[in-house]
């Protein structure tokens, strides 16, 4: 057998070509190289440490986070027929010495541990006594401080570059600032390593932001158009992801709820099922999603406003792995601002207070962008678009704009009235003219700008006011209980010297036509025989006991029921089709093929 890069690429993974930068990357890493490699998910990232593995005497080392990552990785990978195992804490005592006696005996291409094994004395020990091809430390945020997903057990990691010096060292993650970089960097020893970055464009993903105004009622409309479809729902806090899981469920939908206070037989109850497409939607806090490696998640919804930009990316990223055609929902409301700014002000550390700001106002202003949202994104990483993405909310459905000159004057001039102590609140109450006992018992219903705001809902003055505020009209005082207060730059506007244009509010998902999405692999293909080589993934997954994305992904059956491969030689020729699937699956994908093309 040929035993080039490229094809090991084919006839391993059943790929014909590699992507932007992996190609030298491996071929860096086989020669003994370094690398440090910031790669979007779905990306390609494990091919870069899992080829050089296949092409290196000795077996390649990969350190993981999670044990359910491990797993699915492993799971893959001997799918394609590649000698690998896992090493944690959920192997038995003898699968665990089963495991070890593969690995001294020279069988295995690649071992997966986690940091804090891999990184005891009596492992390391081990390491010295058997070849090794290479170290990947793959999610290398988790060693830098800086990173949103800090590990305190990644930073002794640093170490193997002293220990091993001969033994190439690749770091991988998908998400990154400049500021985590050169952490990771120093951490890890590897300030003369290449340093390869594959852009952060997932072109596939439609991000759309909508206004939270009833967020139940917008999630189930968000699902309604989508009833077949695999995604994950984002809440900031364990009630609010329970109440809307307990929710989808009365509603019909397979939907459970994960989150770091369930019982770690439950979590991995949840999970499975999710990976296996037993369970549609899980609706989780940020605990959930590091190690999910399932390619099909078509969509991704945030409930509540992520607390950064690098969370958002990294979560949103967990959709459409495949390169197929998915989207990314963020319901953003003001009042999630308020919540997150007080958590993170609570934090003992200034300047960790100081980043962490920083870094909830540039997710905000993701949010509140009426420009093209991919260019908004790509730019928090440095990274330029030329034209705007054509994929996007803003791009699709450009938000309406109006002269909202006389409803700002009313809105600038009822906090004046109000003697600039009250919040969002209490201001619409009274230009809506409120008849409450607090309005009254205050005297706010003499005001001049009472009721003069009749004709407005109470949800079209809060997006008026956000603006007002977002423009630099007014202020918010988050530390007393949010009230607002004119600002010099309202003086002008009130005393008719400028005139002003606002964006009407987006509170549901814009109709746009679906050939606008974006991804590689969407070609047309025939539905029915799509599901009837879904159903048969399906049994073969479930009789192997793994996901049904470790026989075969959605990409690839889309290129087979596209094409209709009849024959061994067609089948050879789908993306996704190595020779030890060809020969492991081959011939009943191609019964089900024949039996609905003849």
Known sequence: ??????????????????????????????????????????????????????????????????????????????????AAACYNST?????????????????????????????????????????????????????????????????????LRGLFPGVPLIALTATADPQTRA????????????FFVAGFDRPNIRYTVVEKQKPAQQLMAFLKDRPEEAGIVYALSRKRVEEVAE???????????????????????????????DLRIVVATVAFGMGIDKPNVRFVVHYDLPRNIESYYQETGRAGRDGLPAEALLLFGYGDIAISRALIESGGNGEQNRIELHKLNAMVGFAEALACRRRVLLGYFGERLEEECGNCDVC???????DATEEARKALSCVYRVGQRFGMGHVIEVLRGSQSQRIQGLGHDRLSTYGIGRQLSTDAWGSIIRQLVHLGYLEQDMGNYSVLRLTEQARPLLRGEERLVLARPRVKMAAVKKEAKKGRGAMACDEELFQ????????????????????????????????????VEGMARISGVGKHKLGRYGAEFLEVIRGLTA
């Not at 699709?396 to 109006?402: A, D, G, K, Q, W």
Request: with cysteine; net charge negative; proline share 6%.
């Open 1 to 82: 057998m040929e035993r080039t890069p490229l094809a090991t690429l084919k006839n391993v993974f059943g790929y014909t070509a590699f992507r932007p930068h992996q190609e030298e990357i491996i071929a860096g890493v086989i020669r003994g190289k370094d690398a440090f490699v910031l790669m979007p998910t779905g990306g390609g990232k494990s091919l870069c440490y899992q080829i050089p593995a296949l092409h290196r005497e000795g077996a390649g080392i990969v350190v993981s986070p999670l044990i359910s990552l491990m797993k699915d990785q492993v799971d893959a990978l001997v799918a394609n027929g590649v």
């Open 91 to 159: 192997l038995g005592e003898a699968e665990a010495r089963r495991v070890l006696a593969r690995f001294h005996g020279g069988e295995l291409d690649l071992l997966y541990v986690a940091p804090e094994r891999l990184m005891s004395e009596a492992f390391l020990e081990r390491l010295r006594e058997v070849p090794l091809a290479l170290f990947a430390i793959d999610e290398a945020h988790c060693v830098s401080q800086w990173g949103h997903d800090f590990r305190p057990e990644y930073v002794q990691l640093g170490r």
């Open 183 to 194: 952490d990771i960097v120093a951490r890890l020893g590897l300030a003369d390593a290449p």
């Open 247 to 277: 929710r989808l469920a009365a509603a019909g939908i397979k939907a459970a709820s994960y989150h770091a206070g369930l019982p770690d037989a439950e979590r991995h109850r949840v999970q499975e099922a999710f990976l296996r497409d």
């Open 396 to 402: 699709l459905s450009p938000p309406e704009r109006y």
């Open 532 to 567: 009837a080589l879904r159903a048969l993934r399906k049994r073969l997954a479930d009789e192997q006991q793994v996901p049904p994305f470790v026989i075969f992904g959605d990409a690839t059956l889309i290129e087979m029921a596209a094409l209709r491969p009849v024959d």
